[in-house]
């Protein structure tokens, strides 16, 4: 993460710039006994880079890199026992963040692209299109069960516009206790866009952090296992901090400018389940790494 933290890489960046986080209490200044923690701690693993940033209002902003797994969280933390408590607050955000634009050059066909690295976390995804608002009778699935090699990009032919007003997408989650699995599935309309991006946020598919830090010296140790030792943040990392993670976080219904040539956020239409029945036929991507 070198010297700031800074967004997700690529179509990661699609999990990342749709975490919205709510503040729940007041932001106040750190006590005496939270400011020895207020820093910056950063360590990892061959595969992994992790960073904290605890500021002295009691916000904080934590981003893991490595692999397939990409992930910036922010929320609040406070003192509690010998340590402090760090707990995320994130209200429900759809589980495939769909971007799209308006391609001229695509007259009237329709193009997916789906990111691979992030739909490689998630629980057999399946894909469908209509003609209407009507949800179609199966999904099918969009990789093979196995896949165990992931490409960055995997782009279905393009479509006749005609045959493709909604999109679905969904995964397999858990049922109710008791209960069999079910398909959550997401809506979307094209409403004139014919180019789209799709990502998987795994932030949604995992509980919100809510984690115990305690600092040993300098070292600061989370959950337990030794994540970094702090040293003083920086105006570059503080603002960094703030404004590309922090702020997003607090202030959810803010709108965020679309800068010019970017990709539309899509909306969802709605959320709704349906049994493992509905997944049917051969899926899109068989052969692994294309």
């Known amino acids: 993460m070198n010297h700031t933290l800074r967004p997700l890489r690529s179509a990661c ?29 950063r360590g990892g693993s061959v595969d992994t880079v992790t960073q904290l940033a605890l500021l002295a209002d ?54 997916f692209d789906f990111h691979g690295r992030s739909l490689s976390n998630a629980r057999a995804p399946v894909f469908a299109v209509s003609a209407d608002d009507q949800p179609p009778a199966t999904l099918r699935p969009l990789f093979v ?52 991006r799709v990502g998987f946020d795994q932030l949604q598919a995992m509980p919100p952090m809510d984690q115990r830090a305690e600092l040993q010296g300098d070292m600061l140790f989370l959950s337990g296992s030794r994540l970094g030792q702090r040293r003083a943040l920086s105006r570059e990392v503080e603002q960094a901090v703030r404004t590309g993670c922090v702020e997003p976080a607090l202030n959810p219904n803010v709108p965020r400018p679309v800068k010019k040539g970017q990709d539309k956020p899509l909306e969802p239409l709605r959320t709704f389940t349906l049994g493992l029945e509905a997944i049917q036929g051969k899926p899109f991507f068989e052969a692994k790494g294309n």
């Open 13 to 41: 960046t699609l999990a990342a710039a749709l975490v919205s986080l709510a503040a729940s209490f007041a932001t106040h200044a750190a006590t005496p006994a939270e400011a020895r923690y207020v820093g910056d701690y």
């Open 145 to 196: 069960a196995d896949n165990s090699t992931w490409s960055e990009s995997y782009q279905l032919p393009a479509l006749p516009a005609q045959a493709v007003r909604t999109f679905y997408l969904g995964e397999v989650v858990d049922g109710a206790p008791g209960k069999a699995p079910v398909v959550k599935v997401v809506q979307y309309r094209l409403d004139g866009a014919n180019s789209v």
């Open 58 to 111: 009691n916000t904080f902003c934590f981003a893991v890199t490595g692999g397939a797994l990409d992930m910036l969280m922010a929320g609040r933390w406070k003192s509690e026992g010998t340590g402090v408590r760090l707990q995320q607050v994130r209200p429900e955000q759809t589980l495939f963040p769909a971007f799209a634009r308006k391609v001229a050059a695509l007259g009237d066909r329709v193009e």
